[in-house]
């Protein structure tokens, strides 16, 4: 089995929607939180969400004052965006490895629920990287929230299936030359299954503080969930939080 090399532009749209019908709205308020204790950034910075999803974080981050703006590539989550309060115009479509935006045009940078990594190369990773630094002011904050990599490896679930919306759901699940793999079969009645991928290059968490170091973001802490966790073996995730050097 494998995935399509841009398997992100079909599976985030309406079957992902349908999917995911109601995130939790509690977890983006505390990671929203978690990114702006200690004073930081500053009061009506302008802020880049980036891969904005829906706009839960961006909803929150407006709410606060700042100047958010979300980007993400996908039209049918940018659609579901432009119906909360207070997103309308801040909006834009693009692809994080060119981002449309002025050298050091953001005062701070979100990237929330494992939106890194997606691509076939490395390489692709490191221009993600380069393209957040270059639009980051000097000292400019950023938090981005990844998989703890070797919990996923130790605790994937090869195959599971549920019921969701009334739709049977089969994911089937693998580790592959360093990535880890998704395949989404959704069934409703008689009909035959749509079919879906996820694909996720997994980077140790001190992997990735030192590339993050390499190219001009520094991590000032770990945590391992949106209410900063302590970061350790057992946690599901690593949320990163520095500042652009």
């Not at 004052?65 to 693009?94: H, I, N, Q, Y």
């Not at 939106?115 to 990773?125: A, I, L, M, N, V």
């Not at 880890?180 to 980077?203: M, N, Q, S, T, W």
């Amino acid at each position: 089995m494998t995935a399509p090399s841009e398997w992100f532009r079909e599976w985030f749209g309406d079957a992902y929607l349908s999917l995911y019908p109601h995130r939790d709205e509690d977890e983006a308020e505390a990671g929203v939180e978690l990114f702006v204790e200690d004073g930081a950034p500053a009061e009506g910075a302008r802020i880049l969400d980036l891969a904005c999803g829906a706009g839960r974080h961006l909803q929150r981050l407006r709410a606060r004052g700042f100047e958010a703006t979300g980007m993400d590539l996908s039209a049918a989550l940018l659609a579901e965006a432009r119906k909360r309060p207070r997103v309308r115009g801040s909006l834009v479509r693009g692809d994080m490895r060119a981002l449309p935006f002025a050298d050091g045009a953001f005062g701070g940078l979100v990237n929330f629920f494992t939106s890194f990594g997606y691509f076939t190369s490395r390489g692709e990773d490191l221009a993600v990287i380069d393209e957040v630094r270059r639009v980051l002011s000097p000292g400019a904050p950023f938090i981005m929230d990844y998989l703890n990599a070797p919990w996923v490896m130790e605790r994937l679930e090869p195959e599971t299936v549920s019921e969701i919306q009334g739709k049977r759901v089969r994911q089937v699940r693998w580790v592959e030359d360093g990535q880890v793999f998704k395949r989404i079969e959704i069934r409703e009645g008689d009909a035959g299954p749509e079919v879906y991928h996820e694909r996720v290059r997994l980077y140790e968490p001190d992997d990735l503080e030192r590339i993050l170091a390499e190219r001009g973001l520094r991590s000032e802490a770990r945590f391992g969930g949106y209410h900063g966790e302590h970061f350790g073996d057992g946690s599901p995730r690593l949320i990163l939080r520095g500042r652009a050097t």
